[in-house]
């Protein structure tokens, strides 16, 4: 864009020198009004390359926004499913399904002397021992305790989008040989800034970080590890909480 501005001032000035030296000075002031109609139309084509890539940042944080405050959502309600369930799911509508229903047990852990036989069953050695326990006393409500006030019942909407985001989950073997339940949700930027200048969404998707989201896609969680982080700097959660 900006070198086709400029090619088309070198010819501007260029028609501007011609002007001067060859054309009749009674077709002076119709040319006149031409140029100043080409200047203007340059003018106007060179505050828009610069005003473009603002414009395109702004946008594309209120987007992101929208995009992180529905991801962020998911997250809270996998890490009730998996607090409860002891693994994470990739039924989206199971999910705000599981929220209108859920609950969380309320325990209390104390300590009690009991006694336990050190010795053998002809031989019996009794001693006093102390030993954890855990009591439920009550029931919460995950509704209540996490999504009050919350519009749970649209987080699977992508914005401004007739169509939803897509969990996925899966169970992976971690370092220690244990088995480990994971999800992730990710969206194409191209899907979020889409109706946007292509050439600028092209550059979006290269970022590397720093205070942009790196890559093409806009994460949360991990197939590769357990986590309910996104892949957003810390600037957006600050955003994303007003």
């Known amino acids: 864009m900006i070198l086709f501005i400029l090619l088309g001032i070198v010819i501007a000035v260029a028609l501007a020198i011609l002007i001067v030296k060859y054309l009749p000075i009674k077709f002076t002031p119709i040319v006149s ?5 080409a200047a ?36 809270d309600a996998e890490d009730a499913y998996n607090t409860i369930t002891g693994k994470f799911t990739g039924d989206g509508d199971g999910l705000i399904k ?5 609950q969380f047990a309320i325990t209390n852990t104390h300590t009690e002397i009991v006694k336990e036989n050190r010795g053998t ?8 021992v102390e030993k954890k326990v855990t009591d439920t006393i009550g029931y919460e ?24 985001f897509k969990i996925q989950s899966a169970v992976i073997l971690r370092a220690n040989d244990v088995l480990a339940s994971v999800f992730q949700v990710e969206i194409d930027k191209a899907e979020v800034l889409e109706g946007m200048s292509p050439s600028l969404i092209k550059q979006e998707k290269l970022a590397l970080g720093g205070d942009e989201i790196p ?14 982080a ?13």
């Open 215 to 228: 890559g093409g896609y806009i994460t949360i969680g991990s197939l590769n590890e357990v986590s309910t």
């Open 98 to 102: 599981f929220i209108d229903t859920a």
């Open 121 to 128: 069953t002809w031989s019996p050695l009794m001693v006093e």
């Open 40 to 75: 203007g139309y340059i003018s106007y084509l060179i505050y828009d390359g610069i005003m473009e890539p603002i414009k395109f940042n702004k946008e594309k944080k209120v987007r992101y926004v929208e995009v992180i405050k529905q991801l962020k959502l998911i997250a």
């Open 141 to 164: 409500s995950v509704k209540e305790k996490i999504f009050a006030g919350r519009n749970y019942k649209n987080m699977l909407k992508i914005p401004n989008s007739d169509k939803e």
């Open 230 to 242: 996104g892949n957003w700097p810390p600037l957006y959660d600050a955003m994303a909480s007003n």
């Open 33 to 37: 009004i031409i140029l100043l109609g």
